[in-house]
């Protein structure tokens, strides 16, 4: 039996070239055929629909003089709403693990930094079980 290379560990992860244990979940390497990182674009729509629907009651309520302050102002609200909606609105990034019985997401995370050295240390692990 061939001897347990530690490839990689923080608090939720193990890498060995036997084994990967993500959040309590274990992968055994020998059936793991290949690691990829994905990106799942962020969903920016909610926050531009908010906008447009802000532009128009601005505009409503601008072009009602007196009567339509109240629609201008809750107009600007939600132009301001939609606007940091957009901006706060972040893509996600998934460590995909591919095998003889599928493809599964073994890891999703916002920083893709980590993501990426994730897939580097199961790849590390897949060369290192030989």
Do not use: W
Request: with cysteine; glycine share 8%.
């Amino acid at each position: 039996m061939a001897d347990e290379i530690a490839v990689y560990q923080d608090d939720s992860i193990y890498i060995t070239n036997l084994r990967v244990i993500i959040h309590r979940k274990t992968f055994a390497m020998s059936h793991v055929t290949s690691v990829v990182a994905h990106t799942i674009p962020a969903n920016k729509l909610p926050g531009i629909v908010t906008m447009i629907i802000g532009v128009v009651m601005a505009l409503g309520g601008f072009a009602g003089r007196d009567a339509g302050c109240g629609f201008a102002v809750l107009g600007v609200i939600l132009i301001v709403v939609g606007i940091i909606y957009v901006q706060r609105a972040k893509d996600v990034y998934t460590v995909r693990i591919a095998s003889s019985s599928g493809e599964t997401s073994a890891l999703r995370s916002d920083n893709d930094e980590y993501i990426a050295r994730i897939r580097q240390a199961m790849n590390d692990a897949i060369i290192a079980r030989g």
